[in-house]
């Protein structure tokens, strides 16, 4: 799925080369990459909404869905952050990289002052 | 002490692994930007619970369901997670049609099997049933004569 692999957010346009072909080879073994079903554990995505006080019951598909997505959303941000580290040459990911593409890209902002 | 909602990690193995998986061979993370993505994570998980219970609430449902998910990625501005997180569902369905459909199917040959031992078994306990009422009975006469 190009739209999975691709990761980055609305403003940026460069790819890690190397980053697509390694996400389509990591996925390979799966039928597809939307379809792999999660590996976050159902049990901690469901405390999680029932820690939200106007959250009356959440039904099994719904935490299913939010586990995926969550899943999508660690994929997406971490792809976001390499591309900061990447321009400072450097092939660990640090705090500050997240840092960066939280400001960088719009979608992120629901996270900003969250992280601390 | 009060557990912050955020605090409820998702647990750091499946984080790393996932985070691995989504960048090249070769690049690492520091524990620092390991542990702010699962943060961040957390975070997601709670705003897109928020933002689901607002669908939710509008349609007169108590319960979360997963178009009131989708239409909260949507809300996020995370319209790409869409069609991926659609196929997800699809196949979770059809996983759990085949797990409920096994059990059935499992139910029904230990049922077929059971069924001589459970008529032997039954009448045994008609028996012990009987003793016991009796017993009842001859209590109840005693307590009503004091």
Sequence with gaps: MAAA????????????????AAATQAQAPASASGARLSRLPLARVKALVKADP???????????????????F?????????????????KTLQRRDL???IEAVDEFAFLEGTLD | MAERPEDLNLPNAVITRIIKEALPDGVNISKEARSAISRAASVFVLYATSCANNFAMKGKRKTLNASDVLSAMEEMEF??????????????????????????QK?????????????????????EDEERLEEEEQNEEEEVDN
């Design chain 1, 5 to 20: 692999a691709a990761g980055s957010g609305a403003p940026r346009e460069e790819e890690a080369p190397g980053g697509e």
């Design chain 1, 99 to 101: 840092d960066n593409a």
């Design chain 1, 54 to 72: 106007d959250v009356t019951l959440a039904g099994q598909e719904a935490i299913f869905i939010l586990a995926r997505a969550a899943e999508l």
């Design chain 2, 79 to 104: 319209q790409r997670f869409v069609t991926p997180l659609k196929e997800a569902l699809e196949a979770y369905r059809r996983e759990q049609k085949g797990k409920k459909e096994a059990s059935e």
């Design chain 1, 74 to 90: 660690v994929e997406t941000i971490a792809k976001d952050a390499y591309c900061c580290a990447q321009q400072g040459k450097r």
């Design chain 2, 107 to 127: 139910k029904k040959d230990k049922d077929k099997k059971t069924d001589s031992e459970e008529q032997d078994k039954s009448r045994e306990e008609d028996d």
